[in-house]
């Protein structure tokens, strides 16, 4: 691939530059891909998107109630219209949640909130989209006089999210026979070691190391380059503009995204739990039809690729590929 000797540690920048459909123009991109397709490695990921962990609680608190338990069966159609509203205009609405010290709101604003909350999401007037938008509206008016919500409460106010050891401790508790190497992520690691991570009696084994003295963490740090790009897009692109990105996709282009999607079917063949995925509907549905050519929402496994989480603007990288 042509990599200057003195280069101590690969990333992504040394196969590839530039924003994610640029990325997928590298042929050193193609290489590697290739050699890791035709090794014996899996890679394993997981994927969610920070701002829709910081806003479905909203929800989850809502459905707690018994009152609304006919919203149950769509929980995450709810989520995912949620996310797909405020994607839109997130500073806005995080500049309205922090009115109310979300996440936690007092019990006395409760009612006020939810009114707030309501009127911000729909304030362009309520254009159809798909029932679960409907429902939304309507759960959220519903809900005018609840004046508890489980999980905004007791939480520190401004923050959204205080960590990631529960991504760290998740493929823990997944593969509780395996050596895991994660790379070093000091504030992960003092919190893992204040736990006790065991299974059956014996303690999972698990290790943080330096990048650059794992040339696997290397190749992990590759793939969450590039799949946190791809997430990133598939989260922020409309649909409109996907099927534009997608038709004017190069053959060098396209040969890479089928190698994404090929390594994705190839650890999912293996096993299934390779994958774990949090991301709202619509950006799994995009990301679908992008790699698979597959259209619809509802997604197995087998379908929805998820990355190890990189970027703390999108995600935080905590893992490996698989051997």
């Not at 990333?11 to 042929?27: E, V």
């Not at 007092?106 to 009114?115: D, V, W």
């Not at 759960?139 to 106010?157: D, F």
């Amino acid at each position: 691939m042509r990599i200057q000797p003195s280069v101590k540690e690969l990333k992504l920048k040394h196969l590839a530059q530039g924003d994610y459909i640029t990325c997928l123009s590298s042929n050193k991109l193609e290489q590697f891909l290739t050699w890791l397709l035709e090794s014996q490695a899996y890679i394993h990921f997981s994927n969610f998107s920070i701002l829709n962990w910081s806003i479905v609680d909203l929800i989850d608190s809502l459905l707690d109630h018994d009152q609304f338990e006919t919203y149950t069966s769509i929980r995450d159609d709810l989520k995912n219209d949620l996310h797909a509203i405020v994607r839109l205009e997130p500073l806005g609405y995080f500049r309205l949640l922090k009115t109310f010290d979300y996440p936690n709101v007092p019990s006395a604003r409760i009612p006020e909130f939810l009114k707030a909350v309501r009127q911000f999401l729909f304030s362009g007037g309520f254009t159809f989209r798909n029932m679960a938008r409907i429902a939304l509206s309507d759960l959220l008016q519903e809900a005018s006089r609840v004046t508890t919500l489980l999980y905004l409460c007791g939480n520190e106010k401004d923050e959204l999210v205080s960590g990631f050891d529960t991504a760290f401790i998740h493929r823990l508790a997944t593969f509780v026979r395996s050596v895991h190497v994660f790379d070093e992520e000091p504030r992960v690691r003092e919190s893992l070691e204040r736990k006790e991570i065991s299974w059956g009696g014996q303690p999972v084994s698990y290790r943080f190391a330096i990048s650059h003295n794992e040339p696997a963490i290397q190749i992990s740090d590759i793939l969450c380059g590039l799949l946190g790009k791809h997430f990133s897009f598939m989260e922020k692109c409309s649909i409109d503009h996907l099927e534009e990105a997608s038709a004017k996709l190069s053959v060098q282009q396209r040969r890479n995204a089928d190698l994404v999607a090929k390594l994705i079917d190839k650890a999912d063949k293996e096993c299934p739990a390779f994958i774990f995925n949090q991301a709202p509907h619509e950006s799994n549905a995009k990301s679908l039809w992008f790699l698979h050519g597959v259209l619809g929402v509802e997604c197995s496994n087998h379908s929805v690729p998820t990355i190890f989480f990189n970027e703390l603007a999108q995600s935080e990288k905590v893992g490996l590929f698989h051997v």
